[in-house]
């Protein structure tokens, strides 16, 4: 185990439903992160949280809205989303953002996401 | 802005046979060069870094990679593969920044 946790491991949700993924860090990290992948593309960076502020919205629609309510949790709450959103959401964590050294990211198993 | 190329979408080796995964980057200013590798079902795991020193970076699971700046290249190399190591492989890059940049992956499939 890597000591980042995601819940649930798998969600199917409809295009008008609203639901929430949950990422919790054991490692008493500063900074959090949501990835997205997707099959044969890079994996891509949605937020960047550090100590529980937000630094990074890599231009990511609104029906995503991610939440950091203190630095050892990380929500991603999805609303009205696409079938083309269909991917795993992978949550990670590292000891700061700006600290030489620090830089190794940890990752949770991640979220498969199915939206019909 | 920082980007990461992996030409090979696949890689195939047979088992005792040495293998290379290949990884091109470009970024401002100095690198700081990752591997991490995905079994299935699973997380993001980091193989080793690259931050400054040794063109040649060791990490786990016998596995070493060489940074060739000229080339602006990281691939990831193992002298002999083992049926295990079959799985998916990022490379990564970060500029100094807080953004790690990753590759679309390369998938090893390794033959006993």
């Known amino acids: 185990e890597t000591g980042v946790t995601q819940t649930p491991r798998h969600l199917v949700m409809g295009m008008t439903n609203k639901k929430s993924l949950k990422c919790e860090q054991h490692l008493g990290h500063n900074a959090m992160y949501w990835y997205k992948q997707s099959a044969k593309k890079p994996l891509e960076l949605m937020f960047v949280y550090s100590l529980e502020e937000r630094v990074e919205n890599n231009s990511v629609p609104s029906r995503f809205s991610p939440e950091c309510p203190n630095s050892s949790h990380l929500f991603l709450h999805l609303h009205t989303l696409q079938p083309e959103d269909s991917a795993l959401y992978l949550c990670a964590s590292s000891q700061g953002v700006w600290e030489q050294g620090h830089e190794k990211l940890f990752f949770g198993s991640g979220t498969q996401l199915s939206v019909l | 802005a920082q980007s990461v190329a992996q030409p090979e979408d696949q890689v195939n080796v047979a088992e005792g046979n040495p293998l290379t995964v290949k990884c091109t980057y470009s970024?401002?200013?100095?690198?700081?060069l990752f591997w991490y590798v995905q079994y299935p079902n699973r997380g993001l795991q980091f193989l080793l870094k690259y931050i400054t020193g040794d063109n040649l970076v060791k990490g786990s699971y016998g596995f070493e990679a060489e940074f060739n700046k000229s080339q602006t290249s990281f691939h990831l190399k193992k002298p002999s593969a083992l049926v295990s190591d079959s799985a998916l492989y990022f490379c990564a890059v970060r500029d100094g920044g807080f953004k790690t940049i990753f590759g679309a992956g390369t998938r090893l499939f390794v033959k006993a």
């Open positions: 970024v401002s200013g100095n690198p700081y």
